[in-house]
């Protein structure tokens, strides 16, 4: 059988592609060994979302007395909160599967490894030919050699979502997004956290600035999660139904299971890589050029795979990049620096472009407009008035540079500032389009106005 496409893994990259090569015509096969949707729908960024959703509920149900609104003490079925997510995932899954079939996808249930040359094995003994090969197989979380997935107390973020308990008291190992993500979900479902992390700051791997990590720590505080940062994880013992954590320093920490969410690692490993000459960079991700091709000549990458940010909008991006260029259209790849970034702790946190630090570091004059949630007549009617918008532009002719938002729906957010980087607009873009009252994007508008000094619900400096 020969494809005009093959490509290998079935997540946002592989997916995305797929469907943007059937919409151009191109032949295409998607070989995907487990679910569709990959990472992100059945383990990822929608089981995640899903419980954080339904876990803010039971907060904003348990503190709505401030409201004169009172319930009784909210109950959570872990066994029905757990189907529930899994209905979420199985409708976009299936969702996926419809589109990849009305436009003309062959979909495959199986391994792929490729053969060189153009061909590419699969595990049920079929053998394919293709012009051009796609590798999209994604990541898998990276395992600390003293903390075992296969040991029933230790956790990966694919056995937190899975939901089967909530511990007494949880112990993660890793202050990044995913961490961080997990502690705030099971801090609402009533785990006490403990959050363990070998660098000084949390998010340390995100261009994010001071005030907001110093903000998002105060809030991690008064939901009781506890943060030990600057502390070495070693080993953990069993003892009496109790896991004790050992530290390189300090007492150890007493719980019931330890996640362990130290990041990720590229499936790079029984693809066939050496057989294809496809070479690895130094961090074991697929080397690729602009154009997303490997070193063989004809076998690209996509996703996490590659060097970049392991986000699900990065590696459909770069999909419909290579897609678009499969079938002869002009197409130019993401800026990595205006991919959006958003982290879904309480509050979220969003960003894009640079941070007010990285802005400096540059050496470039720079305005900084900030402006409160506390001071959005929409955020406290919401009870949400923590929080800030935070937008920097280049002094010289108020190019915008990089927006940060601290704050509910944050996340949400973040588009109208990905949009204006993205077009390369100035504060005034955004201060001379009126934004609808009352509503959260009016702080991104207001925190333009203050970077030219004329807010009008706030101090001007
Ligand atoms: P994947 O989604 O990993 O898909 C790769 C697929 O390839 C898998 O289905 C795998 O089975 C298949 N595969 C691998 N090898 C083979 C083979 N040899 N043959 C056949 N199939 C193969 N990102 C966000 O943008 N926003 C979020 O909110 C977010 N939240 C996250 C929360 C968690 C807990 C985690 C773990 C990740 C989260 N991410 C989030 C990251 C996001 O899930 C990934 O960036 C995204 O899934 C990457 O897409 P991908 O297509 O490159 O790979």
């Not at 402006?371 to 920097?392: H, P």
């Not at 207001?446 to 009008?456: F, K, S, T």
Request: charged share 20%; glycine share 12%.
């Amino acid at each position: 059988m020969r494809y005009d496409i093959v490509i290998i893994g079935g997540g946002p990259g592989g997916y995305t592609c797929a469907i943007r090569c059937g919409q151009l015509g191109l032949r295409t096969a998607l070989v995907e060994r487990a679910e569709l949707g990959g990472v992100c729908l059945n383990w990822g960024c929608i089981p995640t979302k899903a419980l954080y959703a339904a876990t803010k509920l039971l907060h904003q149900a348990s503190t709505a007395k401030d409201m004169g609104i009172s319930f009784e003490t909210p109950k959570v079925d872990l066994a029905e909160l757990a189907a529930w997510k899994a209905g979420v995932v199985a409708k976009l899954t299936g969702g996926i599967g419809q589109l990849l079939e009305k436009n003309g996808v062959d979909v495959i249930q199986a391994e792929g490894r490729l053969t060189g040359g153009g061909s590419i094995t699969l595990s049920t003994g079929d053998a394919f030919e293709a012009d051009r090969i796609v590798l999209a197989t994604g990541s898998r979380s990276v395992e600390l050699p003293p903390f075992p997935f296969a040991s029933e107390p230790i956790w990966s973020s694919d056995d937190a979502l899975a939901l089967r308990e909530v511990p007494n008291h949880l112990i993660i190992i890793g202050g990044g997004v995913i961490g961080l993500e997990l502690a705030t979900i099971y801090a609402r479902l009533g785990s006490r956290v403990t959050v363990v992390e070998l660098l000084p700051e949390i998010l340390a791997t995100i261009d994010l600035d001071r005030r907001t990590t110093s903000t998002l720590k105060r809030a991690l505080k008064t939901q009781g999660i506890d943060l030990r940062l600057g502390t070495r994880a070693e080993s953990w013992e069993e003892d009496g139904g109790i896991v004790r954590l050992h530290l390189a320093d300090g007492d150890p920490i007493e719980g019931d299971r330890i996640l362990v969410a130290v990041g990720r690692r590229p499936n790079v490993e029984d693809l066939g890589l050496d057989d294809a000459g496809v070479e690895l960079d130094p961090c074991g991700c697929i080397a690729v050029n602009e154009h997303l091709e490997t070193s063989a000549s004809g076998v690209f990458a996509i996703g996490d795979v590659v060097p970049g940010p392991m986000l699900a909008h990065k590696a459909a991006a770069d999909a419909v990049f290579l897609a678009d260029r499969f079938g002869d259209l002009d197409a130019e790849p993401a800026d990595p620096s205006l991919i959006p970034q958003a982290i879904f702790t309480d509050p979220e946190i969003s960003s894009v472009g640079i941070s007010e630090a990285g802005a400096k570091d540059l050496g470039e004059p720079i305005l900084v407009g900030r402006f409160a949630y506390a001071g959005l007549g929409k955020a406290l009617g919401m009870r949400e008035s923590e929080g800030f918008f935070q937008v920097i532009a280049r002094e010289a002719d108020h190019r915008l540079l990089g927006v940060q938002i601290i704050g509910a729906e944050a996340a949400d957010l973040i588009g109208e500032a990905a949009v204006a980087l993205q077009q390369g607009l100035t504060l005034e873009a955004i201060t001379e389009s009126v934004h609808a009252h009352p509503t959260l994007p009016e702080g991104l508008k207001e925190a333009a106005e203050n970077a030219l000094g004329r807010a009008i619900h706030t101090v001007n400096r």
